[in-house]
């Protein structure tokens, strides 16, 4: 196979390798968000919040 031929081969072959990894995350979120595997907006917002402060807030998983 010619230079040229592999460097259009992996042209291609990348985009497609970067779409199927976002539709795989994309699809792994929506399922933890129908799971109900989520973190409350307002939960998130108190830890930004306090980001700034001396006592931020511990981040719990």
């Known amino acids: 196979?010619?230079?040229?031929?592999?460097?259009?081969?992996?042209?291609?072959?990348?985009?497609?390798?970067?779409?199927?990894?976002?539709?795989?995350?994309?699809?792994?979120?929506?399922?933890?968000?129908?799971a109900g595997d989520v973190i409350d907006h307002q939960a998130v917002r108190a830890w930004v919040c306090r980001l700034t402060t001396d006592a931020p807030l511990p981040m719990s998983c």
């Open 1 to 34: 196979m010619a230079q040229f031929e592999r460097v259009a081969l992996q042209a291609f072959e990348k985009p497609n390798d970067q779409e199927q990894e976002r539709s795989r995350l994309t699809s792994e979120a929506l399922a933890d968000v129908v």
